[in-house]
């Protein structure tokens, strides 16, 4: 059993009202499932955690409808693999701005193919292609944008996070700038 520092990105809970998780349920849930050095970063269902990574996102899963009730999926990334989120950002010019910068984490490899045909812009806004994430830059906002029907298409689950976020986790998880 290798331990390793993970970042854990909740899909959909608190938003709107719904699907409500206390942060200090989520932290009990990751410690009574295994995971140390737990802590959560806003209430949007953010943790970074010390666990054993392999079959951790199914297993929380399990747990949090076990527990609380709800069907969520946990999008978990390495320490390492944050780093290159990081790293990789197509949109350095975006940085500055960073709530018209975000990253859709998803839970499949990209089908570049799929993401091209679809198109990587769309009015002022475009898409960037990592390996299992897209770089979202809005012109405006994410709310108004075209993006968001673009990534419904792909029929793949994501869960998408601003650039505040995706920094601050990776200072969190220690691969951070």
Sequence with gaps: MTMQRCVLLLQGINVGGRNRVAMADLRALLQAEGCTEVATYLQSGNAVVTAEPVGLAVKLEQAL???????????????????????????????????????????????????????????????????????????????????????????????????????KLATLVGSGP
């Design 65 to 167: 409808h076990e527990r609380v009730g709800i069907r969520s999926r946990f999008f978990l990334r390495s320490a390492e693999a944050l780093a290159m989120v990081v790293a990789s950002n197509p949109f350095p010019m975006r940085v500055a701005e960073p709530k018209k910068l975000h990253v859709a984490f998803l839970a499949d490899p990209v089908d570049v193919p799929a993401v091209t045909r679809l198109g990587l812009r769309h009015g002022d806004d475009e898409i960037g292609i990592g390996s299992h994430e897209l770089y979202l830059s809005y012109e405006v906002n994410s709310r108004d944008s075209p993006l968001a029907g673009v990534l419904r298409q792909l029929r793949t689950p994501f869960t998408a996070r601003n650039w505040t976020t995706v920094t």
